[in-house]
């Protein structure tokens, strides 16, 4: 009898055993298995430890170490490569070696560098020439670097005692060492309420938080975090998407984590880690807090079809339409290639003007897409920004935005496509985030995947705000199956080119159809964790 097996992604550990289960390589097995990869464990220390104390660490020979690495190139070559306890500066040399010889036919080798310089209980797990390792051979290799505070000071040269405050320049100097991202942990800060870390990559700078998990288990938090990372990356994630999913999955592990001796337990990643019942981490944009509870509430958001049209003809041949079904109408006005003048920018006042009592007499909310300041003057009272559009704003703008956010009730509405964005965007507390492209779209070039129904679901599951689904949508069917993968409203542009009262009506009903309680009563099932939407950063 033959039977259809999975090839799994492979990750590899060059780590310590922890003979009391609980970190090392034992963490890394059940990181691994929680991300359905396959982890090959290679042996660089081994530990005689419990839960409350390390008695002894003994590091193996460059020579066998070598021996297991050369074994896995034969035959099992991971995508990814994460390091934990290695014991010695011979074996850090050994292990860098083997990365340059491995990235000559496989350039995309991800390598993710935990470095474990002491145990949890305080006991010392390297020497200085191990430290200058780590900063001379790995950290110059590294996709990831993932240490917390005292190890990123212990690298850096620094004293350990530095507060969050010193978290971006931290990472910033690790960077420099050449590290490509740094993601410096915080949870051995004991004292703040947010488990806050800190990202610096290509593709997003900014804390990464979730409230504190308030346990005293917590044995091999760092293996699982670095493990998680790197089975993110071998799934092809970004490496930025892969530090908001580590993040994930290591708060699920911290809440399963329970006593297996008198000292502190194991944190316990099981399968389940991503789906709906977790709380998303917030990231921050650059320096500014992440804190979800520090923008304000959003005004309610009303379910149901979202037009985008890109002029105030279009805008007011729908809102004149009787009995039309949409509930959301965007203003679209993309400035012209040369920039915007100050005659642009009256125009799109007066347009903002003329549409604003009809849209409002329709029932319908008119969102305003950039062009937020002029938007804001011409009286608009709901506003949608990219992602590049919102990081693009200067101190005193995002005050005045949220300002006016909390002071006039004025709406938020962001845009979001990989996971790093969606948990930037659920830090803002908006009004909705739209997800997407859901389907292939000509509207505008992008550099994203399509999002598709699965990811869809996933994010109508985690956000914290109304989901909008957007890109691609042609069809009544495509809003129908929107609505069933749990979204708040879904967009229409090139749905909308020559829309008839009758067409409308088709597009409400299947949106209507969509919405339907399912007979177990839940909407359309989520995936245990999304598909990349970006390709990796080379």
């Known amino acids: 009898m033959t039977t259809d097996f999975p090839i799994r992604p492979r990750i590899a550990s060059v780590a310590g055993t922890d003979s009391g289960g609980g970190a090392g390589l034992s963490a890394d097995q059940r990181a691994a298995q929680a991300f359905d990869t396959h982890l090959c464990p290679v042996v660089a220390a081994v530990t005689a430890q419990h839960s409350r104390a390390v008695r002894h660490v003994e590091a193996l020979s460059p020579t066998l170490l070598q021996a297991q690495l050369d074994a896995l190139a034969e035959d099992l070559p991971p995508a990814a490569l994460k390091t ?28 993710v560098v935990d470095p474990v310089l002491r145990a949890s209980t305080g006991a010392p797990f390297a020497d200085a020439e191990l430290l200058a390792a780590y900063r001379e051979e790995l950290l110059p290799r590294a996709t990831l670097v993932t240490p917390n505070r005292r190890e990123a000071a212990a690298l850096l040269g620094q004293p350990d005692e530095a507060g969050p405050e010193a978290l971006p320049a931290q990472a910033a100097a690790l960077r420099a060492l050449g590290a490509q991202a740094v993601l410096l942990t915080g949870g051995d800060a004991q004292d703040e309420t947010q488990a806050l870390d800190w990202l610096d990559s290509p593709q997003a ?18 293996c699982t975090l670095a493990t998680a990372a790197a089975a993110a990356l071998a799934r092809g994630f970004p490496v930025a998407d892969a530090a908001v999913l580590a993040k994930l999955l290591t708060t699920h592990a911290l809440c399963q984590a329970g006593p297996q001796g008198a ?21 921050g944009w650059d320096a500014l807090p992440p804190a979800a509870s520090e923008a304000p509430a959003p005004p ?18 729908l809102l004149r339409q009787p009995g039309l079904p949409l509930r959301h109408l965007q203003l679209r006005c993309k400035a012209p290639p040369t920039g915007a003048d100050a005659a642009w920018h009256a125009a799109l006042a007066e347009t903002i003007r003329r549409c ?18 002029t938007a804001l003057a011409a009286g608009a009272r709901a506003l949608h920004l990219g992602q590049e559009d919102w990081a693009g704003l200067g101190p ?3 005050r005045r935005l949220q300002q006016a956010r909390a002071r006039e009730g004025v709406a938020l509405g962001l845009s979001s496509h990989s996971v790093w964005e969606l948990a930037r965007a659920a830090g803002l ?23 598709g129904l699965d990811n869809l679901a996933w994010w109508a599951a985690l956000s914290p705000a109304p989901v909008v689904a957007i890109g691609g949508v042609l069809q009544p069917d495509q809003a129908r199956m929107a609505a069933a993968a749990g979204t708040h409203a879904v967009c229409l542009v090139r749905g909308l080119a020559g829309a008839t009262p009758q067409a409308l009506q088709a597009w409400q009903q299947a949106w209507q159809d969509g919405r339907q309680p399912r007979p177990n009563g839940a ?13 990796p950063t080379p």
């Open 84 to 111: 934990g306890l290695l014991g010695s500066a011979a074996n850090a040399r050994v292990l860098a070696r083997w990365v340059d010889a491995q990235r000559r036919h496989q350039p995309d080798l991800a390598l």
């Open 523 to 535: 909407p359309g099932a989520a995936p245990d964790w999304p598909h990349p939407s970006l390709a």
């Open 356 to 373: 604003l009592p009809v849209a409002e007499a329709a029932g319908v909310t008119l969102w305003v897409n950039d062009h937020w300041e």
């Open 263 to 283: 000292g502190a337990g194991p944190v316990w990643a099981t399968p389940g880690w991503g789906q709906p019942g977790v709380t998303l981490p917030t990231l």
């Open 429 to 451: 507390r908006p009004s909705y985030i739209a997800c997407g492209p859901v389907w292939p779209t000509t509207t505008k070039t992008m550099p994203w995947r399509p999002q």
């Open 205 to 222: 700078r900014g804390g990464l938080a979730h409230p504190r998990i308030i346990t005293p288990h917590n044995h091999g938090t760092g």
């Open 396 to 398: 005193a703008q995002r």
């Open 300 to 317: 309610a958001f009303a379910p149901g079809l979202y037009g985008i049209v890109d002029s105030a003809e279009a805008a007011l041949a």
